[in-house]
């Protein structure tokens, strides 16, 4: 409360009701403060949002006969020339693109196909998983974790079944999936490719 209006209820109401009301106020102020403070903690303690997942059962966003490789992931390098001058270990053209939803995270099929590569590679991409879709189209899935090859040669899949775990083996200097499109035997962009089929990665 305002100095001059204690001084304007002092004068018409006496001193001593005008320090009442102004006993009153403060408390009443201090009292919204003290109320206020738990949210306000509450609110600066508050664990960071998670993820929310990209479909209802936490899986991959899928769109007709297509999916997204990983749910809730980020990207940690592009296809092509990016800058990877933070990696000591990765060629200087990136076949692919690098995505992380963190180690041991679900790795999904993108698309229907059939596989025809399951377990290690010596060719840097550690543990991967190849997926044959026809037409000269195949998806890569490499990096993942050691006993993390959920499928085998000659399976079919669907998009959105599970064929790995994330990891870092191979050529790699941190858990991630580095997801590649072959077009007959040569790396592509997946990026177009997948947004004609609805998925924006």
């Known amino acids: ?14 001193l001593k009701p005008a320090l009442r009301l102004l006993v009153v106020g403060l408390a009443g102020t201090a009292g ?5 403070l738990p949210l306000f903690l509450g609110v600066v303690n508050a ?10 059962t936490g899986g991959p966003l899928i ?11 980020f990207e940690t390098a592009a296809f092509g020339y990016p800058d990877r001058s933070d990696c000591f270990v990765c060629s200087e053209f990136h076949k692919g693109i690098d995505l992380s939803a963190g180690c041991g995270s679900p790795i999904y099929a993108a698309g229907p196909g059939t596989v025809t590569a399951a377990g290690w590679n010596s060719g840097g991409y550690g543990n991967w998983v190849n ?14 974790v ?9 399976e079919t899949v669907q998009a959105g079944d599970q064929i790995g775990i994330e990891g870092t083996t191979g050529l ?7 997801f590649e ?10 990026r177009p490719f997948m947004l004609q089929h609805g998925i924006s990665l």
């Not at 499109?181 to 997946?190: A, S, T, Y």
């Open 131 to 144: 997926i044959d879709h026809g037409g000269g189209y195949v998806t890569v899935y490499g990096h993942m």
């Open 181 to 190: 499109l072959d077009v007959n035997g040569r790396p592509v962009d997946p």
């Open 146 to 154: 050691d006993g993390g090859v959920l499928t085998t040669v000659g």
């Open 32 to 36: 919204a403060l003290l109320l206020s």
């Open 63 to 73: 769109v007709g006969e297509w999916g997204a490789p990983q749910s809730g992931y």
């Open 47 to 56: 664990t960071p949002a998670t993820t929310p997942p990209d479909n209802a």
């Open 172 to 178: 790699s200097s941190g858990c991630h999936l580095h």
């Open 1 to 14: 409360m305002a100095a001059p209006v204690v001084v304007k209820l002092a004068v018409s109401w006496g």
